[in-house]
C-alpha cells in the first residue's frame, strides 16, 4: 500500500512539474501555498480513483473540509456520510457490529468519512475493519469509498496496541494538511472564503485596515483554519466606523502585537543608549561603549533568570543557554555574585 502511495504522489508531483494547472472547481479551496498546491494536485489525482484516503493533521487545519472536497471531486453519486466515533463509542456494545455496517450501506457508491477515527475504542475499531471487508463482500463495485482523518499517529497508537494495525493498514493513501502557521500565504484567501460565508461578497466584504492584517499575518494561529474563521467573525461583529482594525480583532490576537510594540520600543531605547554610550567614548578613553552596552543587556538578563530560578545556578545558566561556570564568570564580572 505505501507503494501505491509513492507511485500516486509522483504522479501528482511530474504532472506540477509539467505546469499543467489543476483545475479546482470548489470556490473554497485555497491552495496558494506551495504546500497546499502539492496536497491538492494530489487530490485531483486520487480523487477519481477508488483507493482509501487517511488525513492527519492538527485540529481546525481543514481535515472535514478537504474530506468533503475529495467527494465532491470523485465520480461517486452515493452521499457523502460521517461517523462519529466519539458519539458511538459509549453506545456501541448495545448497538453492535449491525448498526455500524448500516452507515457503510447508507454510504453506497458515495463515500464513508471516519472522523477522528483514533476516537474510536477498539471495540468500534473491530466493526470498523469487518465492516470493509463484509461490505466489500455484499456491494462489489458499489462499495463505498473510506476516508478517515484524526489529529494522531496511527502508527505510533498501533505500536502501543491502542489501535487495530489492519484497520490503520487499510487506508492506501495518507494525506497531511500542514498547520496553519507554515502556510501564511493562504491566510488572505481563507479570509476572502470567510467573508463570502457570512454574507459579505466582492466589494461588499468587510475591509481590513493594514495594521490589523500584518497582526493576523503575523499571529501563529495555534487553532488553525477554525480559530482564523472565528476571529474574522469576531472582527466583523466589531469593526470601527465600518473597517476592520487592530482593537476589532480578540485579544489573543492582539496581545502578540503589544507585545511586538514593547520590544520595539525597547529597541529603540537601546539604540538611544547605544548612540550615547559611542559618543560618549568619542570623548573619553576611560569608557569602553561595547563592555557597557553588553552589561547593561546581559545584567537583566542574568538577573531575571535567577528570579525564575529561585537563585538556582544550574537552572538560571541552563535558561540562558550558557554553562555554569560561564555564569559564575558573569556573576563575578557585575557584581552579582553575593
Not at 491552495?31 to 502539492?38: E, F, G
Not at 507554515?182 to 461588499?204: N, P, S, V
Amino acid at each position: 500500500m505505501e507503494n501505491n502511495f509513492e507511485n500516486i504522489e509522483n504522479t501528482a508531483e511530474e504532472t506540477q512539474e509539467k505546469e499543467q494547472p489543476a483545475k479546482y472547481k470548489s470556490r473554497s479551496i485555497v491552495n496558494k501555498s506551495a504546500k497546499m498546491k502539492k496536497i491538492y494536485d494530489l487530490v485531483e489525482v486520487v480523487a477519481p480513483i477508488d483507493v482509501s484516503i487517511h488525513i492527519t493533521g492538527e485540529d481546525g487545519v481543514g481535515k472535514d473540509r478537504l474530506a468533503e472536497y475529495i467527494h465532491t471531486q470523485s465520480k461517486r453519486t452515493g452521499d457523502f456520510i460521517t461517523i462519529n466515533p466519539v458519539a458511538l463509542n459509549d453506545i456501541i456494545g448495545s448497538l453492535g457490529f449491525n448498526k455500524v455496517f448500516e452507515y457503510f450501506k447508507k454510504a453506497e457508491r458515495g463515500t464513508l468519512y471516519i472522523t477522528e477515527i483514533s476516537s474510536a475504542n477498539i471495540k468500534l475499531q473491530e466493526y470498523l475493519l469487518n465492516s470493509i471487508i463484509k461490505v466489500e463482500q455484499e456491494l462489489g463495485m458499489y462499495t463505498p469509498r473510506l476516508i478517515s482523518s484524526t489529529n494522531r499517529d496511527l502508527t505510533e497508537l498501533s505500536k502501543q496496541n491502542k489501535f487495530n494495525q489492519r484497520l490503520r493498514d487499510s487506508f492506501a493513501i495518507i494525506m497531511n494538511i500542514p498547520p496553519l502557521r507554515e502556510r501564511k500565504d493562504d491566510i488572505e484567501d481563507l479570509i476572502k472564503i470567510f467573508m463570502r460565508d457570512f454574507g459579505y461578497f466582492g466589494k461588499k466584504a468587510v475591509p481590513i485596515n493594514q495594521e490589523a492584517m500584518e497582526i493576523i499575518l503575523s499571529y501563529e494561529w495555534p487553532g488553525n483554519v477554525r480559530q482564523l474563521s472565528n476571529t474574522i467573525q469576531h472582527a466583523i461583529n466589531h469593526t470601527s466606523n465600518g473597517e476592520i482594525t487592530p482593537s476589532s480583532l480578540p485579544k489573543d490576537v492582539r496581545r502578540k502585537q503589544g507585545y511586538m510594540e514593547a520590544s520595539r520600543n525597547i529597541i529603540d531605547e537601546l539604540y538611544k543608549f547605544a548612540r550615547g554610550l559611542l559618543e560618549s567614548g568619542i570623548h573619553s578613553e576611560q569608557i569602553n561603549p561595547y563592555t557597557e552596552y553588553l552589561k547593561a543587556v546581559e545584567k537583566p538578563l542574568i538577573q531575571a533568570a535567577l528570579d525564575l530560578t529561585k537563585n538556582n545556578r544550574s537552572q538560571a545558566a541552563e535558561l540562558i543557554r550558557i554553562n555554569r561556570n560561564t555564569l559564575h564568570k558573569k556573576l563575578k564580572q557585575y557584581d552579582m555574585d553575593e
